[in-house]
């Protein structure tokens, strides 16, 4: 499965940004589907995760209650809206689909390029 992740850009801090993630190739079957990001100098931390048929959702705590992720599944495409941006949240953002998000953990196989996010104050 090819992911593209896609809706990055310059936001100032207290303003929002809606990142979207196409799907496409073997999408017959929907995956479960996350969001990570990456900030320059620093390791790729998990931010959200939808289960295949959106029922389940998990947040990092750095995130709860301003992110929102949900997901389209008959345009293969996942969404994470950001509301309340800070210019910690300023990194590179990915999206990424398989596996199952277990005990605090998440670890999908697949991944797509990022999108950048940048958040002045």
Known sequence: VQLQASGGGLVQAGGSLRLSCAASGRTNSNYNMGWFRQAPGKEREFVSYISWNGVTTNY??????????????????????????????????????????????YNPPYWGRGTQVTVSS
């Open 60 to 105: 990092a705590d750095s995130v709860k209650g301003r992110f929102a992720v949900s997901r389209d599944n008959a345009k293969n495409t996942v969404f994470l809206q950001m509301n309340s941006l800070k210019p910690e949240d300023t990194a590179d953002y990915y999206c990424a689909a398989g596996g199952t998000y277990l005990r605090g953990n």
